[in-house]
């Protein structure tokens, strides 16, 4: 029974479940679903996922909607394969559970969006000039105009459309002082995880092996998949300087070196935020929408220059019946 991943390459929940799937190694499939052209609202993704959000694990009729939920079922259907989710008695297991919780708390969305729209707290911002603060608002109208369309048309889901509807005037992710709250609450959050890999790690900031513990246990976890998507992501949104830039924190920027040379997170992480992945499949799923009314104004382009012709220059040698 295949395990499918829909999600989107530069989704932040997205590169969590895919880095996990990565991580464990198990054949599956993936799918993309372009958030930012609406994708994720059309109806028959909302009767897979009724929230409209990604990344969503499909194994046959089971159906995971969370990242931390689809990381926990992969340690499921995974027993003899290391856990990413180890027992909170076991050593390690503890610490975990906690600094998990704890990086759950930084509102990335918040982060990830307003460093895009104000650019002026950010250094060396690496997302595209396009996600600025006119474009989200015009992405964000769009979008929330085509729910509302959708759900008078399919009054099966109109109770879920209008659910997502409320969820995108719950949140101002464009909002500066929005961006300004959330880098500020993260800043004591990485100063924790700071402290933790210098007692795990005792001094040691490069020449790492494989027998070198990472943030909590000796073996890749939950908690190293969720520091090393948020390093990524603040990356991403020039917060490097901010956050442990400059030797301000030399053991987050040791593990964030050791990380990008971990074959997992280069396919599910480094690969994915790239210009390409980051934009290009908005535009294939515009262009997918668009086929049909293209096609249908190509048909009748061909059959005006054809009559035009005809009655100009009478049919060609070539046409079957001239009368």
């Given amino acids: 029974m295949a395990l499918t991943l829909y999600y989107f390459p530069a989704s ?3 590169q969590r479940a895919f880095l996990a799937l990565e991580e464990k190694g198990v ?4 799918q993309i679903i372009s958030i930012h052209s609406g994708e994720s609202i059309e109806p028959w993704y909302m009767r897979i996922q009724p929230n409209g959000t990604v990344p969503t694990l499909k194994h046959g009729k089971i159906i995971k909607t969370d990242s931390k939920f689809i990381i926990k079922y992969l340690d499921e259907i995974t027993p003899d394969a290391p856990k990413l989710c180890p027992d909170p008695s076991t050593p390690g297991g503890d ?21 895009a729209c104000h650019r002026h707290h950010t250094h060396d911002c690496k997302m595209p000039k396009m996600m600025n603060l006119k ?18 048309k399919y009054p099966d889901l109109r109770e879920h459309y209008m659910a997502k509807l409320k969820t995108h005037k719950d949140r101002e992710l464009t909002s500066e002082q929005g961006l300004i709250d959330s880098l500020k609450a993260c800043d004591p959050i990485m100063g924790e995880i700071e402290k933790e890999l210098e007692q795990k790690w005792n001094g040691k900031l490069d020449n790492f092996t ?17 520091l090393a998507t948020l390093l990524h992501r603040l990356y991403f949104a020039g917060q490097v300087k901010r956050f442990w830039g400059d030797g301000k924190r030399p053991y987050l920027a040791a593990y964030y070196a050791r990380v ?21 499949p908005r535009y294939v799923h515009q262009m997918r929408r668009a086929f049909p009314r293209l096609l249908g104004y190509s048909v009748v382009a061909v059959a005006i220059g054809f009559a035009v012709y005809v009655q100009y220059s009478g049919f060609p040698s070539w046409w079957p019946n001239k009368n």
């Fill in 210 to 226: 494989d027998s070198d513990p990472w943030l909590c246990c000796n073996h890749f976890t939950i908690a190293d998949i969720y």
């Fill in 135 to 152: 474009e989200s608002t015009s992405m964000w109208d769009r979008i929330d105009n085509d729910i509302r369309t959708l759900a008078a």
């Fill in 95 to 115: 610490r975990v559970v906690y600094l998990s919780e704890l990086m759950q708390k930084i509102v990335i969305e918040q982060i990830t969006y307003g460093s």
């Fill in 260 to 280: 990008q040379q971990r074959k997992s997170f280069q396919t599910a992480c480094a690969k994915a935020t790239t210009l390409r992945n980051a934009l290009l």
């Fill in 27 to 30: 054949p599956y499939q993936r």
């Fill in 12 to 14: 932040f929940f997205s």
